[in-house]
């Protein structure tokens, strides 16, 4: 990390860094299946969904599979997996009302607020995300946390997905700022930290789930740790 005094610009991820995804997920999904009339145990089902989910979104960051095929596989195989009985027609229903709803619910993680407040005054302050672009805005609005940043950054609106260098380049050209001014905090090792990394962005990984992790990589297990940091 460069010394802080050097850093003007502060690019977050948004999902599983600010943003709980995965409690704002189930509770998304919770509300879709009780309105539809789903008969699955909310618990057992994310069990299956979640590692299904991220292999999707690997495929998806790696230009494999489409937004359209993501929405509606890591549903199909998940039923699949349960031996849940689903036509096709009802899965595509579940796939845009769980997006539609999911900005509903805005847990984000404990000290966002505080740590994004400490920022704000120090740093200009960005989203690059990978997320679907009509959802990610919805998301930081309903949780009032937009205001905090500059540029929202979306691999849509770029073409290209994390770790892709063209999305950090495009940052950095959205916020005018340079490599060595930059920071980027992320959770995903492969996306945030080494598509960071390899175009000279410093970075700060946020490991929540304490998995093991290149030591060479500043990490974090909470937010308010990186107050130590900048």
Known sequence: ???????????????????????????SYAFIFKKNNIAIDINTFIKIYTPINHA?????????????????ARLKDTFDR??????DEMIAILAEEYLENLPNYNTLFDG????????????????????????????????????????VITSESVQVKKPNPKIFFYALKKAKAYTYQSVMIG????????????????TIYCNFSNATSNNKVTTVTQLAQIKQIL
């Open 82 to 87: 349960l031996g849940y009985a689903i036509k």
């Open 1 to 27: 990390m460069p010394q802080s005094s050097n850093i003007k610009h502060i690019f977050f991820d948004l999902d599983h860094t600010l943003w709980d995804f995965d409690t704002n997920s189930k509770k």
């Open 112 to 151: 966002t607020i505080d740590l994004l407040n400490y920022l704000k005054p120090k740093y200009q302050l960005h989203i690059i995300t990978n997320g679907f672009s009509e959802i990610q805005q919805a998301k930081l609005k309903n949780a009032k946390i937009l205001d905090y940043f500059e540029q």
């Open 187 to 202: 959770d995903n090792l492969e996306a945030d930290i080494y598509g960071a990394k390899n175009i000279g962005i410093s």
């Open 56 to 72: 999707y979104w690997k495929l998806y960051r790696e230009e494999k599979v489409t937004k359209k095929y993501l929405k509606y």
